[in-house]
């Protein structure tokens, strides 16, 4: 079962730099990312998402591939493959970019949205979504990113542990979210 964990962070720019951190974790295959969006807040109040996973992008591609193949294999019969490739390839980019932007993966938009107007106006949040962790070794990397915990799924000792490690050892409350 994947866990969600949500930290705030007092510039716009931090939460990009923890969610690099952690993607440099995956690689080492200590954290197991489902999804990932850094929200930023700016000073005019407006919530700007970037989600980790573009499934546009994504269904674009696939979509190009399997529509090329099928519109080969369509001129084939009408002696003509390039012509059904490119055709194939456009219509099938274009179906698949539009089931990809279409598509919801992983973390709610609406929460993300919601929540993300809950945090101070020049600060950015990182939504996560977990769905494994080697919890001691993460937490040293996270070690002193001076953050704070907004909402997460994890059992009480574990939020604090991970409260902990974002202050740098010196244990804070979890701090509300401004309006």
């Known amino acids: 079962m994947s866990e969600l964990v949500v930290v705030g962070f007092d510039g716009t720019e931090e939460a990009d730099r923890v969610l690099l951190k952690l993607a440099s974790l995956k690689k080492e295959y200590l954290v197991d ?17 970037k989600q980790s996973v573009n499934l546009t992008a994504i ?13 080969g294999l369509v001129g084939l019969l009408f ?33 993300i949205k919601s929540l993300g107007e809950t945090i101070p106006n020049g600060s ?12 001691e070794k993460v937490l040293a990397e996270l070690e002193g990113l001076r953050g704070r915990v907004i909402k997460t799924s994890l059992s009480p000792e574990q939020e604090a542990q991970l409260q902990k490690a974002l ?13």
């Open 79 to 111: 002696l003509n493959p390039l012509a059904g490739f490119a055709i194939g390839g456009a219509i099938g980019a274009g179906t698949g970019a539009l089931a990809g932007s279409l598509t919801d993966f992983g973390i709610d938009d609406d929460f």
């Open 124 to 135: 950015s949040a990182l939504f996560v979504l977990i769905r494994k962790v080697q919890p």
């Open 167 to 179: 202050s740098g050892g010196t244990e804070q409350p979890a701090a509300a979210p401004a309006a």
């Open 59 to 71: 269904g674009a591609s696939s979509g190009f591939l399997s529509g090329g193949l099928w519109g």
């Open 33 to 49: 990312l489902e999804d990932a969006v850094v929200v930023v807040r700016d000073e005019n109040g407006k919530v700007h998402l």
